[in-house]
């Protein structure tokens, strides 16, 4: 255990490699496929890809595509997916927690740089058990929904209940309608219980942890639990106001919706942008502001060690801090009485601009890839990979083969690259033998 | 003297406001306009903006809405922009140059934190001197041609020398010709020369000063120096063989020229986004891609203290090696031999990260003001005033008002606020009186 947790940076990307291709094996299989003959390989691992990587964005109808089996394969690979990113993350962090000041607080011990087979147990069966009750709720009230609601089946509710449950609170984003959940737009017995599974999955274990032991005690919280649940609260907020009104009068989305129906699907799909991927109106419909402000939103992602993507909520608004400190010539970046370490910022501005030149590039490589994309859709739907939210202005299923290629690197490297990059950093760190001069190049 | 740049910082912004208060008054008048009757106001303030921040954005055809008074009138208010953004950044330099290491080799005097009058005088000196030369020259070369290579009368040319001479080395990019330079395409006299003014305009003074002494001795060169000059040099390649590549058969840009004229055009194209203004082919008929890259180009811009625009060359390098030293794991940033001192870091981060904040603001700000400007061609137009270069794909015109106005806004802060804030930030850095106990949040 020790051993192989020596290079765990190496170690993530390889076990979410072995998923994606063990995904697309399955997904091959003639008994996933409605029509006859197995599935086309592009297919199948662009789908093993999104579900593995829980960003839910779909090349073919995956209520009318895949059979019954194909969609267990596809909960299933989600499943692992969702466990998998919260797990590892989450036990890198403990690695790294020497530096963190994370262990003391999660396993109640002396800080240490070496987690211990008992530590590792403990903290996948607490994980497990957390993912398990939300995801458990969640599909009890909205199975209960489609059974009492609309008539349903009470297997045909169950299931309906458990898929959308295990989408929603691992942030992947599949759904069994053609449309996604425009047919819910109004019902909030669906979708308010999946925007709290997504926004608990969202959350990230290092935090409901946190949550779980002082939620009401939020002046002993850690910043990471400051920056992402108050960071969390404030962005909700504010694309959800945002969205109210710059989608209120549009004929295709909010338009026709009462005022309850409005404010109902406004929070959705704003929550959905951090990165559930459901959709109860049409993106592809939203105005051109909507969808930058979407695209922002997504490209922020949710909490760290979480089923989101993005660059994450701490990476965001510690960024915020620093330039504040800066405008205002303060030496320390401070936040609530701590002083951010020097690494940890120089980590938050290498996973942002990271991201920047990886959606710059995947936007490029898209435009390239096809001629029948407009700049904002290629945007907007490299944004979704990279962040696995999953939205989607509807033109993934037309991209040509290239072009799906793209999105399923840039979801691959999306999801395990900022884990794999982050713990890289903060466990390779050199030390410092000797010093040269200082220099200061004007900037700006 | 030493009280006004006590606080340098205020004096700037107001310089440039009271230069666009007087260009407006004085554009507005009737003389200056072909027309009977004067200017309107939101006219004059735009085009007097454009030329006192060196943009050369234009909502009126300059060659004929404005008379030879109101011509010449944009050259000085280009010529009186451009000198005082090289003039002024320079001085604040040499002001907080104990930190920066830049009087020494500028003034070959002890460190010192105050100006002398005599200093003051002696860098103005130089900085017009340099300027007249480089203007003289090209100016000379360029209307030469006009008078022998295409007849026109000894004065008109020497005027058309001296307009588009300023125009260039101020990297303004007003031109007097309805379709800027596009009739001069495939004619090296003119765009050689203005390239190199554009250029040598874009370096910034500190470089500049630092290569008439030791442009044999490239080891003996500052980090801001060899940032500015081998970064340059590296994106005009980069732009030069990208454009050409993705240009190359588009039938509305370089495709119906011949191979030679592809890569006259490519280069001064792509010299032009950092950040001269000037078009030889129709920047509205490039690929999407061509776009794209453009914006990126435009957005990084030229030297600091030079008369180009953008976040700066120095400060997009620095914040590629501070991501290189994260991804090794390596305790400083180092560059050649050079370690960066972490405020200066962290004055690129903010830099940078206000810019995309701006142009993400401008962009969303631009979309609502008006229903007629897809996403990529308002991104792209703000992105050009933004870094002050003036490319347009040629919606500025039929902008309404209050796009305008958002364009002179940031035509303005993306001028004078990256000098305002980058020398706030360095002056007024506070002493450090206690240090909070160090977090480390998890990012990514
Ligand atoms: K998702
Ligand atoms: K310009």
């Excluded at 607080?105 to 607490?126: F, I, N, P, T």
């Excluded at 939300?134 to 349903?152: K, M, N, P, S």
């Excluded at 045909?156 to 599949?174: C, E, L, R, T």
């Excluded at 929070?267 to 939203?286: E, K, L, P, W, Y």
């Amino acid at each position: 255990m020790r051993r192989t947790l020596q290079h765990p940076a190496r170690l993530v990307p390889l076990a979410f490699l072995g998923a994606v291709v063990i995904g697309t094996l399955l997904m091959m299989l003639p008994a996933a496929r409605v029509e006859p003959g197995g599935t086309p390989f592009v297919t199948a691992l662009f789908t093993a890809t999104s579900a593995v990587c829980v960003t839910g964005l779909a090349v073919v109808d995956t209520a009318t595509y895949w059979t019954g089996f194909g969609q267990v394969l596809l909960t299933v690979l989600t499943q692992i997916g969702g466990f998998g990113i919260m797990a590892m993350a989450t036990l890198l962090a403990l690695l790294v927690s020497q530096r963190l000041g994370l262990r003391s607080r999660l396993m109640a011990q002396a800080e240490d740089s070496s987690l211990r087979l008992g530590d590792v147990k403990s903290v996948l069966g607490r994980i497990a058990l957390t993912m398990a009750g939300f995801e458990v709720v969640i599909a009890v009230i909205v199975g209960g929904r489609f059974w009492l609601g609309y008539d349903y089946s009470v297997g045909k509710a169950a299931w309906y209940g458990v898929f959308h449950s295990v989408q929603a609170f691992n942030n992947a984003g599949f759904a069994l309608f053609s449309d996604s959940l425009v047919g819910f737009v109004g019902d909030p017995w669906i979708c308010l219980p999946l925007t709290i599974g997504v926004i608990a999955g969202g959350i990230g274990f290092p935090v409901l942890f946190e949550l779980f032991r002082e939620i009401g005690r939020p002046s002993t919280w850690s910043t990471h639990t400051r920056l992402t649940v108050w960071g969390g609260i404030s962005l909700l907020c504010f694309g959800f106001v945002s969205l109210l009104g710059l989608e209120w009068n549009n004929p295709d989305t909010l338009g026709p919706l009462g005022v309850g129906e409005k404010m109902l699907a406004a929070f959705f799909q704003d929550a959905m942008t951090r990165s559930g991927g459901f959709n109860t109106v049409d993106v592809g419909a939203f105005h051109s502001e909507s969808l930058a402000l979407s695209t922002a939103l997504m490209f922020i992602g949710g909490g760290s060690a979480s089923t989101a993507g993005g660059i994450k909520l701490t990476t965001f608004f510690l960024l915020a801090y620093v330039i504040l400190a800066e405008l205002r010539g303060e030496p320390d970046v401070v936040i609530g009485k701590r002083r951010i370490a020097e690494t940890t910022q120089r980590q938050a501005i290498t996973v942002a601009l990271l991201g920047v030149g990886l959606v710059a590039t995947g936007t490029f490589a898209l435009l390239e890839s096809t001629t029948n994309v407009s700049f904002e859709a290629a945007l907007f739907e490299v944004t979704s990979a990279f962040a696995t939210v999953g939205l989607s202005t509807g033109i993934t299923p037309g991209l040509p083969t290239s072009g799906q290629l793209i999105l399923v690197v840039l979801m691959f490297i999306g999801r395990v690259g900022t884990i794999a990059v982050g713990s890289a950093i903060a466990l390779n760190t050199r030390r410092r033998l000797y010093r040269y001069a200082e220099e200061r190049p004007i900037v700006g």
